[in-house]
């Protein structure tokens, strides 16, 4: 029933901006954690950012200061801004959200990921 959508992806040169987006849709409940995580070819998936449903947030070393993460909860809407980009942020982006499930229990919900390709 839960579907995340993710928005936004696409090429930017290095130094450039880009803000994904990832609405959720099919539930009827709010999520307790919404974050992004990435992969590279030949990487393990990591996560990027993540922030709670009141908002506190932490992100990963590399980009920290450079990302920023922000949430609606009411609209179940979770955005990445992205800037100063390095072609090392080159990635598959992938929105995860967390929440209990009135019929699963504590559920995780993935997106169908979006790429950023970020390059000279």
């Known amino acids: 029933q839960v579907q995340l959508v993710e928005s936004g992806g696409g090429s930017v040169q290095p130094g450039g901006s880009l803000r994904l987006s990832c609405a959720a849709s099919?539930?009827?409940?709010?999520?307790?954690?919404m974050g992004w995580y990435r992969q590279a070819p030949g990487k393990q998936r990591e996560l990027v950012a993540g922030?709670?449903?009141?908002?506190?947030?932490n992100y990963a070393t590399s980009v920290e200061g450079r990302y920023t993460i922000s949430r609606d909860n009411a609209k179940n809407t979770v955005n990445l801004h992205m800037n100063s980009l390095k072609p090392e942020d080159t990635a598959v982006y992938y929105c995860?959200?967390?929440?209990?499930?009135?019929?699963?229990?504590?559920?995780?919900?993935w997106g169908q990921g979006t790429q950023v390709t970020v390059s000279s």
């Open positions: 922030i709670t449903r009141g908002g506190s947030t």
């Open positions: 099919g539930g009827n409940f709010s999520f307790n954690w």
């Open positions: 995860k959200a967390e929440g209990l499930d009135f019929a699963l229990g504590y559920t995780s919900y």
